[in-house]
């Protein structure tokens, strides 16, 4: 939708704030109302070359930053927004791999989910050339490893003018008809949200008119024939 994203990339610049924490704030208030939250986790993946001796090293350094957000009902989207930033910019500061954090906090572990958080977001940002080599042709490939690593991870792809939306997920937990509906629901917030005006969190709906009359009569009707 090349509306929606000239109207997320106005706001951004309007408010003077990236695209990642727009979306970073837009994702926690899609989890918080789905499991009626405010205090949430949610890891985000940092490149891991905070020492300056690291910037040349040829290496996989990406590691998991454990980020918790705080979703209050009587904000707005904008300070949410802001508080998500301000979070990031606070942890990724003194970011430690993943494994470190694990050691130092110690969490019950289970195989069967992550420990910390079961959430994701990845935000990625493309050039608009494709890589170049001497003597070579190159290619894009779409890959997937055919597992889930989380068990939901939104992936944002922002390939500048267009933006694209990949939720992944563990199918033993969800089924593609609600992860359909919580993409629906994720871009409806983007839409009420991502706007010239100052908006409050309870004013942004996740449901169209339609959901809402199936919700309030559809569901409801209990009159016997």
Same mark, same amino acid.
């Given at each position: ?18 695209? $990642?924490?727009? $979306? ?5 208030? *899609? ?10 986790? &949610? ?11 690291? %910037? !040349? ?11 918790? *957000? ?6 707005? $989207?904008?300070?949410? &927004? ?7 910019? !606070? ?5 430690? =791999? ?8 110690? @969490? %019950? ?5 992550? @420990? ?23 290619? !894009? ?8 690593? $989380? ?9 500048? @003018? ?5 939720? %992944?997920?563990? /199918? ?11 993409? #629906? ?10 706007? =010239? #005006? ?11 008119? %339609?959901?809402?009359?199936? /919700? *309030? ?7 016997? @024939?």
């Amino acid at each position: 939708d090349s509306t929606l994203a000239g109207q997320i990339r106005a706001f951004g610049v309007t408010r003077r704030v990236t695209l $990642f924490p727009v $979306f970073l704030a837009a994702w926690a208030l *899609l989890l918080s109302r789905y499991s009626n939250r405010g205090d949430l986790m &949610v890891g985000v993946p940092v490149s891991g070359r905070n020492a300056p001796e690291l %910037e !040349k090293v040829i290496g996989y350094f990406v590691s998991m930053l454990p980020l918790r *957000l705080d979703v209050q009902p009587g904000a707005t $989207f904008e300070d949410l &927004v802001r508080d998500c930033w301000a979070r990031f910019l !606070k942890c990724s500061a003194s970011a430690l =791999p993943f494994d470190a954090i694990l050691d130092a906090v110690r @969490p %019950e572990r289970n195989r069967s989910y992550s @420990p910390l958080f079961q959430v994701a977001l990845n935000y990625l940002r493309e050039g608009g050339e494709d890589l170049r080599l001497e003597g070579t042709t190159t290619r !894009k490939i779409p890959f997937h490893k055919g597992t889930s690593s $989380f068990d939901l991870t939104l992936t944002v792809l922002d390939r500048p @003018p267009n933006l694209r939306f990949t939720i %992944e997920y563990n /199918a033993a937990l969800f089924d593609s008809r609600t992860i359909g509906q919580m993409g #629906e629901h994720f871009l409806r917030i983007l839409r009420e949200a991502a706007v =010239p #005006e100052t908006v409050n969190l309870g004013a942004i709906t996740m449901l169209s008119a %339609e959901d809402r009359y199936t /919700a *309030l009569f559809g569901r409801n009707a209990t009159e016997a @024939p």
